[in-house]
């Protein structure tokens, strides 16, 4: 019992860890594939779907070596699931470039108690006082460290609302989806993957001309700009597995929150390998974030002992009754019996 609790610890912090380093490495490389010092590549969407290309040949190849299985999921879901989340890609590039950057990063951290309504609306799901308390903790130091000027218009916003409620919905599906077929994070990436790089690679041409006003048959690919979008690719296949395999294991609250975690990691990076700027406002914005997430780990903690307290102690309870019924109908359906005469009394 110990050992596999230990394994399952060392599986959920291999989990965590993948996604944190492959979505820092995917935000470097991508910084230094579109920023003008770079390679300016601008074409996020495309770009986008050349990630889910290349996660459903992996995706293939391994259903085809065995060594994945697939299991039936209807195909209307996968597709719904897909149209989901391609409205939260394109919503996000929309946001960011309508909008200020102060404004995208409080839509960014809108999300999580965005997610938390969903999940109360679909799954009546209820938090703890702790959980809430080190979710707003979080988004308090985030903001403080990421948000600067704020500036709304009426298509930013209306951009910004669709992205936050289409990248909620999304991830909350990851999980309800796994749950509900019994089918693995990879299993269900491999399934998702090819429609959204299909539906991805057509319409992010034109969605990345209007935002960049750049057709991308016109882009001069060098040797360098190749180079990092197979590294961009690469690290996608293991963010996006990572993104399934956390929201399946716990949920899409924890996964925001562990979102925001890498939001600190990139500020640090940043300013140790691009020189970017980092104020004391965004030193103490981050270490109230870190308080925030450790205090959540803790609640979340918490929430699970409570919950195993509960079904033990029912299950207790339900044993008793059991035992009370089972013993009552056997007194009742049993004959008594004259102990002097040894016969039956009637």
Same mark, same amino acid.
């Given at each position: =019992? ?13 989990? @965590? ?34 990630? !889910? ?49 102060? !404004? ?13 309504? =969903?999940? @109360? ?19 308090? /130091? ?55 790089? *299909? ?71 940043? @300013? ?11 030193? =103490? /914005? ?20 409570? *919950?195993? *307290?509960?079904?033990?102690? /029912? ?32």
């Amino acid at each position: =019992m110990e050992a596999d609790k230990k394994a399952s610890m060392v599986s959920d912090v291999g989990a @965590w860890a993948m996604n944190v380093v492959s979505s820092v490495g995917i935000i470097l490389a991508n910084k230094q594939l579109m920023s003008n010092n770079g390679y300016s590549f601008t074409f996020a969407t495309t770009l986008t779907g050349f990630h !889910f290309a290349v996660t459903a040949l992996v995706g293939m190849i391994s259903n085809a070596t065995g060594l994945s299985s697939s299991k039936h999921v209807p195909l209307w879901e996968l597709i719904w699931f897909s149209i989901v989340a391609n409205m939260s890609i394109t919503g996000m590039n929309l946001s960011l470039m309508l909008n200020s950057v102060g !404004f995208y990063q409080i839509s960014k951290l809108s999300m999580i108690p965005v997610v938390c309504v =969903m999940e @109360w609306i679909l799954h009546n799901k209820q938090y703890c006082r702790e959980v809430k308390m080190a979710v707003v903790v979080v988004v308090i /130091g985030v903001g403080v460290c990421t948000v600067t000027d704020v500036k709304i218009n009426a298509k930013g916003f209306l951009c910004a609302c669709v992205a936050v409620v289409s990248t909620s919905l999304q991830q909350i599906s990851i999980g309800s989806l796994q749950k509900k077929y019994s089918i693995g994070s990879f299993e269900l990436l491999s399934k998702t993957a090819p429609i959204q790089a *299909a539906s991805l690679l057509v319409l992010g041409p034109f969605v990345d001309y209007f935002l960049s006003d750049k057709l991308i048959l016109e882009y001069k690919y060098s040797s360098g700009a190749i180079l990092f979008i197979l590294l961009s690719c690469s690290l996608a296949v293991f963010c996006n597995v990572s993104q399934y395999l956390c929201i399946g294991r716990f949920s899409a609250v924890s996964f925001q929150v562990l979102g925001h975690m890498k939001t600190v990691c990139v500020l640090t990076l940043g @300013w140790l390998l691009f020189d970017s700027e980092l104020t004391v406002k965004n030193i =103490m /914005g981050m270490l109230t974030a870190v308080v925030g997430m450790v205090i959540y780990s803790w609640a979340v903690e918490i929430e699970k002992q409570q *919950a195993n *307290a509960k079904i033990v102690a /029912g299950s207790k309870n339900s044993l008793t009754e059991e035992e009370l019924r089972l013993l009552k109908e056997g007194v009742e359906n049993t004959p008594i019996k004259d102990v002097d005469l040894g016969e039956s009394k009637v």
